[in-house]
């Protein structure tokens, strides 16, 4: 069983950054792809990025391209993510979540395939 905690969100104003980070305990996400997701009030819960259990590919939303940088520390069983030019569209809460299947060559933008998820993290741009 994996437990998973995000931390690092809070209140900034548009144009500023924050870094969420992901922290896993109870066994190693070394294998597992790891995801971000966010959810505004009223919405869906969305995809926002994605990596796989090597570190070697990462994927994002198109909203989020060029703006947020998902990385891990597979030593530290933490992933990150880095957000910078925040927009107050941004404003979610941020949940990450562990893929359900070891090794996947390929990253998934589909909530269903990550079994494991944090509480969640609030994120507020303020314009």
């Known amino acids: 069983q994996v437990q998973l905690v995000e931390s690092g969100g809070g209140l900034v104003q548009a144009g500023g950054s924050l870094r969420l980070s992901c922290a896993a305990s109870?066994?190693?996400?070394?294998?597992?792809?790891m995801g971000w997701f966010r959810q505004a009030p009223g919405k869906e819960r969305e995809f926002v990025a994605a990596?796989?259990?090597?570190?070697?590919?990462?994927y994002y939303a198109d909203s989020v391209k060029g703006r947020f940088t998902i990385s891990r520390d597979n030593a530290k069983n933490t992933v990150y993510l880095q957000m910078n030019s925040l927009k107050p569209e941004d404003t979610a809460i941020y949940y990450c979540?562990?893929?359900?299947?070891?090794?996947?060559?390929?990253?998934?933008?589909?909530?269903?395939?990550?079994?494991?998820w944090g509480q969640g993290t609030e994120v507020t741009v303020s314009s």
């Open positions: 979540a562990a893929d359900r299947i070891a090794f996947r060559a390929v990253v998934t933008t589909t909530p269903g395939a990550y079994d494991y």
């Open positions: 109870g066994r190693t996400i070394s294998t597992q792809a």
């Open positions: 990596i796989t259990w090597s570190g070697t590919y990462t």
